[in-house]
């Protein structure tokens, strides 16, 4: 019976920016080394206490902490931004590494503190977050466009059947939706923000006619898991079963921490959004 044969990667130069890429495959997607057994714990550690916080066996709302020191993949930094919460909610930087143009520098993109750990265990076994540019790199004149002009959307993945955008892993839209970016008209920089308040659901056919700029793909929160996991098997077969074992004692289990993850930033971002709207009315009848 023959081997399988491991999939061909070539080693890189390490470079501080790049925390932890190990090289790339034949299709081009970069390869990185499993999250640290002591990141994924501090993810884990930090959804145990929204867990705790949403059943009401404490009144403490969860902070990032460890959480916000992991650099992985393409994330390299995350900050926390609570003095400019706003309409939509409180502020996590995070600045995304574009491992196709290592010479562009994205601004931060903006999402709910929940959210992110859950964002870096999807990415724990290897895979990462890569730009998508969503404009041709030329006008109809064929004179090069302005970066101000390109508008660069995060996804996971980019192997087949992944690439699935940031925008749809977050809001989950069922099938025969698309997601629209409430805050369009209100802020020119609007592809930057991720938080899932500035996105509404709507079906394909009203956001193909509003030209909404979240593109029309059907993969979503699902695809990207099963991505995940396509990963978590990948490396196993590059580095061996012990790199990942911290993730899940398999493939199985680790999808469904990361659904559980997604689940419960769900959760809590709606129990956010009731509280702020008790808070709103308690302050309009004081």
């Known amino acids: 019976m023959s081997r399988k044969k491991k999939p061909f990667v070539f080693e890189i130069k390490y470079t501080t920016d790049i925390p932890r890429r190990i090289g790339r495959g034949q299709d081009g997607d970069p390869i990185y080394a499993p999250l640290p057994a002591t990141s994924w714990m501090a993810c884990l550690r930090y959804f145990e206490a929204v867990e705790g916080f949403l059943s009401g066996r404490t009144a403490r709302m969860p902070a990032l902490g460890a959480v916000a020191k992991i650099a992985h993949g393409t994330i ?39 959210y992110v750990p859950a964002l ?63 805050i369009r008209e209100l802020d020119a920089n609007y592809h930057y923000d991720h938080r899932k308040s500035t996105m509404m659901l709507r079906r394909d056919d009203s956001a193909r006619l509003a030209r909404h700029s979240a593109g029309f793909s059907r993969k979503g929160r699902a695809a990207a898991i099963k991505a995940a996991g396509t990963h978590y098997e990948r490396a196993i077969e590059l580095r061996g079963r012990d790199c990942v074992q911290h993730l899940g004692k398999n493939r199985v289990e680790y999808e469904r921490q990361l659904a559980r993850a997604f689940a419960l930033a769900d959760e809590y971002h709606m129990a956010l959004i009731k509280r702020r709207r008790s808070k709103g009315a308690a302050d309009e009848n004081s």
């Open 76 to 114: 390299l930094r995350v900050r926390s931004d609570r003095a400019k919460e706003d309409l939509f909610g409180p502020k996590t930087l995070v600045v995304i590494k574009d491992d196709d143009r290592p010479t562009e520098k994205r601004s931060p993109r903006i999402f709910d503190p929940v």
């Open 120 to 182: 870096i265990m999807l990415s724990a076994a290897g895979g990462s977050f890569r730009f998508n540019d969503s404009t041709s790199k030329r006008d109809a004149r064929g004179q090069p466009l302005k970066n101000d002009d390109r508008r660069f959307y995060v996804s996971f993945g980019r192997r087949a059947g992944q690439n699935v955008r940031a925008l749809r892993i977050i809001s989950d839209p069922g099938p025969g939706q698309q997601v629209h970016r409430s």
